[in-house]
T-cell receptor, first 111, second 115 residues
Framework: GENVEQHPSTLSVQEGDSAVIKCTYS??????FPWYKQELGKRPQLIID?????GEKKDQRIAVTLNKTAKHFSLHITETQPEDSAVYFC??????????FGAGTILRVKS | GAVVSQHPSRVICKSGTSVKIECRSL??????MFWYRQFPKQSLMLMAT?????????EQGVEKDKFLINHASLTLSTLTVTSAHPEDSSFYIC???????????FGPGTRLTVT
């Protein structure tokens, strides 16, 4: 089955700096790669997603890149703000079916 | 956007009792619903996939007789934790799929504490 690895487990950045979180997946059939932000005790919130027919997608300060050959995808957050502090999860699935999540990254933005 | 609700949001029960958690899609019909479990400081782990009118598909290691899933309609799935024990204490989250759309819509989660 699918396996998703996520790095780093924790990331501290200064406000205004960029943050990058990386994930690798094992199943080449996976074609949907969402990123979630989760605050303590709350549901995961979809912040950006990408399908396998696209190499990069951007939404304001957030971007995701996908390298199908290497089977890895990354989340890029620019101009980080204190409110970006949260746990971020990557995930992979085929056709929007069951999601396999990475272990999560705790992002701390220091002001 | 599509809204998914869960009830209850928090529940405390005694060891050996059963607890039912409801997951509802409020403004759409869900072809498929998923149940996840999340222990503190850990990731979401899929427990089972539920399709309306058919038996749920459980992930490896998840006891189907302990975690009963019923998906009676296109807007409601329930998860019953039977004979709960303290190790079942966790955050249970459901999600729902609309046919043809890849995005899963998550419920707000249910915090289960077994004493």
């Amino acid at each position: 089955g699918e396996n998703v690895e996520q790095h780093p487990s924790t990331l501290s950045v200064q406000e205004g700096d960029s943050a990058v979180i990386k994930c690798t997946y094992s199943d080449s059939a996976s074609n949907y790669f969402p990123w979630y932000k989760q605050e303590l005790g709350k549901r995961p919130q979809l912040i950006i997603d990408i399908r396998s027919n696209v190499g990069e997608k951007k939404d304001q300060r957030i971007a995701v890149t996908l390298n199908k050959t290497a089977k890895h995808f990354s989340l890029h957050i620019t101009e980080t703000q204190p409110e970006d502090s949260a746990v971020y999860f990557c995930a992979a699935s085929w056709g929007g079916n069951k999601l396999v999540f990475g272990a999560g990254t705790i992002l701390r933005v220091k002001s | 956007g599509a809204v998914v609700s869960q009830h209850p949001s928090r529940v405390i029960c005694k060891s050996g009792t059963s607890v039912k958690i409801e997951c509802r899609s409020l403004d759409f019909q869900a072809t498929t619903m998923f149940w996840y479990r999340q222990f503190p400081k850990q990731s979401l782990m899929l427990m089972a996939t539920s399709n309306e009118g058919s038996k749920a598909t459980y992930e490896q290691g998840v006891e189907k007789d302990k975690f009963l899933i019923n998906h009676a309609s296109l807007t409601l799935s329930t998860l019953t934790v039977t004979s709960a024990h303290p190790e079942d204490s966790s955050f249970y989250i459901c999600s729902a799929l609309i046919g043809g759309i890849y995005e899963q819509y998550f419920g707000p989660g249910t915090r289960l504490t077994v004493t």
